[in-house]
C-alpha cells in the first residue's frame, strides 16, 4: 500500500513540477503563448508563479520565480517521499544536490517526451497546423538545430531525432 502511495505522489508531483519547467522552457525558447497548451500551462503554474515573481523578477529574460517554485515543489515532493518511504532525511546540502538532481531528470524526461513526440506527429502528420506540433518544435529545436548541422537527413530521413534521444537516454541514466 506504501508503495502505491508513494508511487502516485511521485507520479501526480513531477507532472506537476513538469509543468513548471515547461512553463520555464517555453518562455526561454519564446514560444507562442496564445497556443492552447501554453494557455494551460500558464493556467495552472499562474497561481504560485504570480505572487513568487512579484518578489523575484525576471533576470536576463529567464523567469527565476518559476524556477525557484519548481525547486520548491520538488524539495516538498522529495521530503513527502523520504518521509513515505521511512528514510531519515538527509542533510540539507545532500537534500539540496537531491532535489537538483530530480529536476535535472525530469528536465531531461520532458526533452526526450518531447523530442519522441514530435518525430511521431512528423511520421504520421498531422494535416496542418497543430498548437501541440507548434510547442514542441519552439522546444526541442534548439536540441535538434546542432545535431542536424551534423548530421544531414540521410534520403529525406532526419536523424538527428534519433540522436538527441539518444543523448537525453544518456543523460537520464547518468544522473539517475
Given at each position: 500500500?506504501?508503495?502505491?502511495?508513494?508511487?502516485?505522489?511521485?507520479t501526480i508531483g513531477e507532472l506537476?513540477?513538469?509543468c513548471y519547467l515547461l512553463r520555464f522552457l517555453m518562455q526561454?525558447?519564446?514560444?507562442?503563448?496564445?497556443?492552447?497548451l501554453s494557455q494551460f500551462i500558464v493556467a495552472v503554474t499562474g497561481p504560485l508563479v504570480h505572487p513568487v515573481r512579484r518578489v523575484i523578477p525576471a533576470w536576463r529574460g529567464l523567469d527565476l520565480a518559476t524556477v525557484l517554485v519548481a525547486m520548491l515543489l520538488e524539495l516538498v515532493l522529495t521530503l513527502i517521499l523520504i518521509s513515505l518511504s521511512g528514510m531519515s532525511v538527509p542533510s540539507t546540502g545532500l537534500l539540496l544536490l537531491i532535489v537538483l538532481r530530480r529536476l535535472a531528470v525530469n528536465a531531461a524526461r520532458?526533452?526526450?517526451f518531447a523530442v519522441l513526440l514530435r518525430a511521431i506527429l512528423s511520421?504520421?502528420?498531422?494535416?496542418?497546423?497543430h498548437p501541440i506540433v507548434a510547442i514542441l518544435t519552439s522546444?526541442?529545436?534548439p536540441l535538434i538545430r546542432p545535431v542536424r548541422r551534423l548530421i544531414r537527413p540521410i534520403g529525406g530521413l532526419d536523424l538527428a531525432p534519433l540522436f538527441v534521444l539518444i543523448g537525453l537516454q544518456a543523460l537520464i541514466v547518468a544522473l539517475g
Open positions: 500500500m506504501a508503495l502505491a502511495v508513494s508511487f502516485l505522489f511521485s506537476y513540477v513538469s526561454w525558447v519564446r514560444a507562442d503563448f496564445h497556443n492552447p520532458l526533452f526526450f511520421w504520421v502528420g498531422t494535416g496542418g497546423y522546444i526541442t529545436e
